[in-house]
C-alpha cells in the first residue's frame, strides 16, 4: 500500500499559529498544549492526505496484463508505488510469452526510479505475479497509509510546540493551557478582593479555581472553562496570590499566609557547595555515602528505586525545622509541579491518622510541615521516618516511624561549652527505631541556634569543625574513635554538608587517621 | 576522505563482485564463460548465435522490460531455476552463479559462505589469491 514518510519529520511555522488561533476562536475555550498538538497534528495529516490524493489521482495501478494508452499515469506498487506517465508503446517480441505489448514511461519523481524512462510489459497473456483478479481500478481500494497521529504526538514534539507557544504574544498560558491573550475575560480588582478573602476564610488551605469562581460569582456568559481560565490568568499575575497545586492541578493559597520556611530555604538548610575530590573517596565511603543518602549527595543509584515508599535517616537540621528531605528516593514518593515553586499537600500520621499541612520545596529539596509529628512523636536525630503514597492520590503523603514502648536508653547529648559544641553521653527515652551511629540528642535548642548562627558569622571552615568536633565525640567512647556517620550527624548541627566533602577530607589530611572500617580519629 | 590503498589484503568482511571491465582486458571470452552456465542441449542451440537478435525478458516480479541477447535471454532464464547453484557447482562457478542471480550485488566472502553453505576462509582465500578468477574482485 503506498505509504509516504512526509508526516514523519513535523515543524511548526507561523502558518500553525493561525491554525492554533482559530482552533481557540472557533472553541471558544482554552486547550491544553497536548490537545493543541493532537488538532495541530489531525491538521497536518489531513493536508497530507490531501496531497496523496492529488497525486494519485487518475492514475491507474500497473497490471501486466492490461492494455493501456500513450498519456496514461500508472502507479507501480512494486516499485514503491512510484507513479509514470506512458509515453510510448511497441509490440513485444519473446516466442516464450505469446503476442504481448511494451510500454515505455516516463517516472515523475525525478531520479529515485532511474533511469527515468524504462520499459514495462502489457496486454501479456501469461500469468504475472503483478495480476490483479478484479477490474477496481480505484487506486484507494489501497489504502493510502500515513502516519499516525498517535505516533506523531511524541513528546519531543509537545515540547517543541510549548516552545512556540511561549514565543507567541498573542497567546497566554496558565499551566498547560492556552488561549488568545485579547479575549481573556475581564476580572477587576473586585473580583480579586473577593478571591483573596475566599482564600483567607479557607484558613490556610489552597483552593481549587472552580472554587474561588463560586464565592467571587460568575464572571459572565463565557463557557467555564474559559471563566476559571480567565480567572486562574489574573491569580497568576497578581502576587497575593500563589499557585501551589501538583503537576495537572491548579491550587491557590494566599502568599501571605505561607511559612516563612516554604517561602525561603532556611539557613540551616542551605548547602554552601564544597568542591573536593571524588577520587578520595574509597569504595567503602561510597557505599557510606549512599547509605546514608543525603539529599545533596551526587549519587546515582544504580538500586530501583521504590516509587511507593521511601525511608531517611533525620539529621538535626530537618528535625529542628520540622522537614523531610527530598533525596533521589524520597523525590519520588512526593508529587511535582510544572509551574509551581511550591506545592502544598496533606501529610498522614500513620499512627493515628492526624493530618498536618505539608509544603514540598523543590528548590531547597524537602519537605516543610512536620515539625509537630517529630515533636508529638519525640523522634531524635538519628531516627528512621518513612513517607508513603496514599493510595493514587500524590497529593497525600502518609509519615510513620517504627514504634516501639518507650525505653531508657543512653545516648549522645549536645552540650554547649562555650562557643563550641561538646557532647555527653546521657539517658534518654526513647520509642522509635534510629541509627545507633547517627542519634543524638537535644536539649536547649536556643542555645544550639545560636551557636549555629555564629558558626556561620564566623565563617568557620568544614576542616575547623571536624578538628573540633571529632575529639569531642571521641571522648564519649573507651577507644577514643568517632564512625564517620556520626561524624556526618554531629557536623550537620553547626553547618548544613553532605558526606562527601567530610569524607573526602577524612581521607585526604594527616590529621584524621583511620582507625579501621570508618572509625576515625585525630592524630597526636 | 582517502581512498583505500588496493593493496590492502582483502578480509571476511571485503566485499567482491563481478567485474565486468576485467572481462574487457582478459583474454577470456565472457561469452563462452557463460554458456558453460548452460545444459548442454541450450548450449548447442546457441553456438553461433546472432548477437545483435534482441529478445524482450519480462522481470518476474516488477514486469519491467529488458532487452536482452540470446545468451542473455538464457541466462535470466536459468538463474530462476532453484537447482542453477547446487553442491556439485565448482566454488568460482557457484560464486560467479550467486552474483549473476542477484545481480552482481556486492557480497562478502561470510555472505557468500553463507549462502553457499561453505567455509567463508576457504572463499576469501580463492579469491584473495595471486589470480582474479573470472573476474570476481573486490569492489574498488
Same mark, same amino acid.
Not at chain 1, 500563589?242 to 494566599?254: K, S
Given at each position: 500500500?503506498?505509504?509516504?514518510?512526509?508526516?514523519?519529520?513535523?515543524?511548526?511555522?507561523?502558518?500553525?499559529?493561525?491554525?492554533?488561533?482559530?482552533?481557540?476562536?472557533?472553541?471558544?475555550?482554552?486547550?491544553?498544549?497536548?490537545?493543541?498538538?493532537?488538532?495541530?497534528?489531525?491538521?497536518?495529516?489531513?493536508?497530507? /492526505?490531501?496531497?496523496?490524493?492529488?497525486?494519485?489521482?487518475?492514475?491507474?495501478?500497473?497490471?501486466?496484463?492490461?492494455?493501456?494508452?500513450?498519456?496514461?499515469?500508472?502507479?507501480?506498487?512494486?516499485?514503491?508505488?512510484? /507513479?509514470?506517465?506512458?509515453?510510448?508503446?511497441?509490440?513485444?517480441?519473446?516466442?516464450?510469452?505469446?503476442?504481448?505489448?511494451?510500454?515505455?514511461?516516463?517516472? !515523475?519523481?525525478?531520479?529515485?526510479?532511474?533511469?527515468?524512462?524504462?520499459?514495462?510489459?502489457? +496486454?501479456?497473456?501469461?500469468?504475472?505475479?503483478?495480476?490483479?483478479?478484479?477490474?477496481?481500478?480505484?487506486?484507494?481500494?489501497?489504502?493510502?497509509?500515513?502516519?499516525?497521529?498517535?505516533?506523531?504526538? /511524541?513528546?519531543?514534539?509537545?515540547?517543541?510546540?510549548?516552545?512556540?507557544?511561549?514565543?507567541?504574544?498573542?497567546? #497566554?498560558?496558565?499551566?498547560?493551557?492556552?488561549?488568545?491573550?485579547?479575549?481573556?475575560?475581564?476580572?477587576?480588582?473586585?473580583?480579586?478582593? &473577593?478571591?483573596?478573602?475566599?482564600?483567607?476564610?479557607?484558613?490556610?488551605?489552597?483552593?481549587?479555581? #472552580?472554587?474561588?469562581?463560586s464565592d467571587i460569582g460568575s464572571l459572565g456568559d463565557s463557557s467555564l472553562e474559559?471563566?476559571?481560565?480567565?480567572?486562574?490568568?489574573?491569580?497568576?499575575?497578581?502576587?497575593?496570590?500563589?499557585?501551589?497545586?501538583?503537576?495537572?492541578?491548579? &491550587?491557590?493559597?494566599?502568599?501571605?499566609?505561607?511559612?516563612?520556611?516554604?517561602?525561603?530555604?532556611?539557613?540551616?538548610?542551605?548547602?554552601?557547595?564544597?568542591?573536593?575530590?571524588?577520587?578520595?573517596?574509597?569504595?567503602?565511603?561510597?557505599?557510606?555515602?549512599? !547509605?546514608?543518602?543525603?539529599?545533596?549527595?551526587?549519587?546515582?543509584?544504580?538500586?530501583?528505586?521504590?516509587?511507593?515508599?521511601?525511608?531517611?535517616?533525620?539529621?538535626?537540621?530537618?528535625?529542628?525545622?520540622?522537614?523531610?528531605?527530598?533525596?533521589?528516593?524520597?523525590?519520588?514518593?512526593?508529587?511535582?509541579?510544572?509551574?509551581?515553586?511550591?506545592?502544598?499537600?496533606?501529610?498522614?500520621?500513620?499512627?493515628?491518622?492526624?493530618?498536618?499541612?505539608?509544603?514540598?520545596?523543590?528548590?531547597?529539596?524537602?519537605?516543610?510541615?512536620?515539625?509537630?509529628?517529630?515533636?508529638?512523636?519525640?523522634?531524635?536525630?538519628?531516627?528512621?521516618?518513612?513517607?508513603?503514597?496514599?493510595?493514587?492520590?500524590?497529593?497525600?503523603?502518609?509519615?510513620?516511624?517504627?514504634?516501639?514502648?518507650?525505653?531508657?536508653?543512653?545516648?549522645?547529648?549536645?552540650?554547649?561549652?562555650?562557643?563550641?559544641?561538646?557532647?555527653?553521653?546521657?539517658?534518654?527515652?526513647?520509642?522509635?527505631?534510629?541509627?545507633?551511629?547517627?542519634?543524638?540528642?537535644?536539649?536547649?535548642? !536556643?542555645?544550639?541556634?545560636?551557636?549555629?548562627?555564629?558558626?556561620?558569622?564566623?565563617?568557620?571552615?568544614?576542616?575547623?569543625?571536624?578538628?573540633?568536633?571529632?575529639?569531642?565525640?571521641?571522648?564519649?567512647?573507651?577507644?577514643?574513635?568517632?564512625?564517620?556517620?556520626?561524624?556526618?550527624?554531629?557536623?550537620?548541627?553547626?553547618?548544613?554538608?553532605?558526606?562527601?566533602?567530610?569524607?573526602?577530607?577524612?581521607? #585526604?589530611?594527616?590529621?584524621?587517621?583511620?582507625?579501621?572500617?570508618?572509625?576515625?580519629?585525630?592524630?597526636? | 576522505?582517502?581512498?583505500?590503498?588496493?593493496?590492502?589484503?582483502?578480509?571476511?568482511? /571485503?566485499?567482491?563482485?563481478?567485474?565486468?571491465?576485467?572481462?574487457?582486458?582478459?583474454?577470456?571470452?565472457?561469452?563462452?564463460?557463460?554458456?558453460?552456465?548452460?545444459?548442454?542441449?541450450?548450449?548447442?542451440?546457441?553456438?553461433?548465435?546472432?548477437?545483435?537478435?534482441?529478445?524482450?525478458?519480462?522481470?518476474?516480479?516488477?514486469?519491467?522490460?529488458?532487452?536482452?541477447?540470446?545468451?542473455?535471454?538464457?541466462?535470466?532464464?536459468?538463474?530462476?531455476?532453484?537447482?542453477?547453484? +547446487?553442491?556439485?557447482?565448482?566454488?568460482?562457478?557457484?560464486?560467479?552463479?550467486?552474483?549473476?542471480? +542477484?545481480?552482481?550485488?556486492?557480497?562478502?566472502?561470510? !555472505?557468500?559462505?553463507?549462502?553457499?553453505?561453505k567455509p567463508a576462509s576457504t572463499i576469501l582465500k580463492t579469491l584473495s589469491g595471486?589470480?582474479?578468477?573470472?573476474?570476481?574482485?573486490?569492489?574498488?
Amino acid at each position: 500500500m503506498p505509504h509516504h514518510q512526509m508526516g514523519r519529520k513535523l515543524s511548526i511555522d507561523d502558518d500553525d499559529l493561525d491554525l492554533i488561533m482559530s482552533i481557540l476562536l472557533e472553541q471558544e475555550k482554552p486547550l491544553s498544549t497536548n490537545e493543541l498538538a493532537e488538532a495541530l497534528i489531525q491538521n497536518k495529516l489531513q493536508q497530507e /492526505t490531501a496531497l496523496l490524493e492529488n497525486k494519485f489521482k487518475d492514475v491507474v495501478v500497473y497490471d501486466p496484463s492490461r492494455t493501456y494508452e500513450i498519456g496514461q499515469r500508472l502507479l507501480f506498487p512494486a516499485l514503491e508505488y512510484a /507513479t509514470a506517465v506512458i509515453i510510448d508503446q511497441r509490440e513485444g517480441n519473446n516466442l516464450d510469452l505469446g503476442t504481448f505489448d511494451v510500454i515505455r514511461v516516463e517516472f !515523475e519523481d525525478g531520479g529515485q526510479n532511474s533511469p527515468d524512462i524504462r520499459e514495462f510489459a502489457s +496486454n501479456l497473456s501469461v500469468a504475472h505475479k503483478l495480476n490483479r483478479d478484479n477490474d477496481d481500478d480505484d487506486l484507494f481500494a489501497y489504502p493510502i497509509e500515513t502516519s499516525s497521529s498517535k505516533e506523531l504526538l /511524541t513528546e519531543s514534539f509537545i515540547q517543541m510546540l510549548k516552545n512556540f507557544l511561549q514565543k507567541a504574544p498573542e497567546l #497566554a498560558s496558565v499551566g498547560e493551557y492556552w488561549f488568545l491573550r485579547d479575549l481573556i475575560l475581564e476580572v477587576n480588582i473586585g473580583h480579586l478582593n &473577593l478571591a483573596e478573602a475566599s482564600l483567607a476564610l479557607a484558613g490556610g488551605v489552597p483552593l481549587d479555581t #472552580a472554587h474561588i469562581l463560586s464565592d467571587i460569582g460568575s464572571l459572565g456568559d463565557s463557557s467555564l472553562e474559559l471563566q476559571l481560565f480567565s480567572l486562574n490568568y489574573h491569580l497568576k499575575h497578581d502576587r497575593r496570590f500563589d499557585e501551589v497545586g501538583p503537576a495537572g492541578q491548579i &491550587l491557590w493559597h494566599l502568599s501571605e499566609m505561607q511559612p516563612n520556611e516554604v517561602k525561603q530555604i532556611p539557613s540551616e538548610l542551605q548547602y554552601a557547595k564544597i568542591e573536593y575530590d571524588r577520587a578520595l573517596l574509597s569504595s567503602e565511603m561510597l557505599a557510606l555515602e549512599e !547509605e546514608i543518602a543525603d539529599e545533596y549527595s551526587p549519587i546515582d543509584t544504580q538500586t530501583e528505586i521504590d516509587q511507593d515508599a521511601a525511608t531517611i535517616t533525620l539529621i538535626y537540621p530537618h528535625r529542628r525545622l520540622g522537614t523531610f528531605p527530598l533525596n533521589q528516593q524520597t523525590r519520588q514518593i512526593f508529587p511535582k509541579a510544572t509551574t509551581a515553586s511550591r506545592i502544598w499537600i496533606t501529610l498522614i500520621d500513620k499512627q493515628d491518622g492526624e493530618e498536618f499541612s505539608g509544603w514540598v520545596v523543590p528548590a531547597g529539596r524537602y519537605v516543610y510541615g512536620l515539625e509537630r509529628y517529630y515533636r508529638k512523636h519525640r523522634l531524635p536525630v538519628g531516627a528512621y521516618v518513612s513517607v508513603a503514597r496514599e493510595n493514587d492520590n500524590p497529593g497525600r503523603i502518609i509519615v510513620s516511624f517504627e514504634a516501639y514502648p518507650a525505653r531508657i536508653e543512653w545516648i549522645r547529648l549536645i552540650s554547649i561549652q562555650n562557643t563550641h559544641l561538646s557532647f555527653k553521653n546521657e539517658k534518654r527515652a526513647i520509642g522509635a527505631n534510629y541509627d545507633d551511629l547517627m542519634i543524638i540528642g537535644a536539649d536547649d535548642l !536556643e542555645r544550639i541556634d545560636a551557636l549555629h548562627r555564629r558558626v556561620q558569622d564566623e565563617k568557620r571552615t568544614l576542616f575547623a569543625i571536624m578538628k573540633e568536633i571529632l575529639p569531642e565525640l571521641g571522648r564519649l567512647t573507651p577507644q577514643g574513635t568517632v564512625h564517620a556517620k556520626t561524624l556526618y550527624s554531629a557536623i550537620n548541627i553547626l553547618r548544613r554538608c553532605p558526606p562527601g566533602p567530610i569524607l573526602a577530607i577524612l581521607s #585526604a589530611n594527616p590529621e584524621f587517621q583511620n582507625m579501621g572500617g570508618q572509625y576515625w580519629k585525630l592524630t597526636g | 576522505m582517502r581512498k583505500p590503498s588496493k593493496l590492502i589484503k582483502p578480509s571476511l568482511e /571485503t566485499q567482491f563482485h563481478i567485474d565486468y571491465t576485467w572481462w574487457e582486458r582478459s583474454q577470456e571470452d565472457l561469452s563462452i564463460y557463460l554458456l558453460s552456465h548452460l545444459p548442454p542441449e541450450q548450449r548447442d542451440q546457441l553456438s553461433g548465435y546472432d548477437s545483435s537478435k534482441l529478445i524482450d525478458y519480462v522481470d518476474p516480479e516488477t514486469g519491467e522490460v529488458h532487452q536482452l541477447d540470446n545468451l542473455g535471454y538464457a541466462i535470466r532464464m536459468i538463474i530462476q531455476n532453484s537447482e542453477f547453484i +547446487n553442491e556439485h557447482t565448482a566454488l568460482v562457478d557457484a560464486i560467479f552463479r550467486v552474483f549473476l542471480v +542477484n545481480g552482481n550485488k556486492p557480497l562478502t566472502p561470510n !555472505e557468500l559462505g553463507e549462502y553457499l553453505g561453505k567455509p567463508a576462509s576457504t572463499i576469501l582465500k580463492t579469491l584473495s589469491g595471486g589470480r582474479v578468477y573470472k573476474g570476481l574482485r573486490p569492489v574498488k
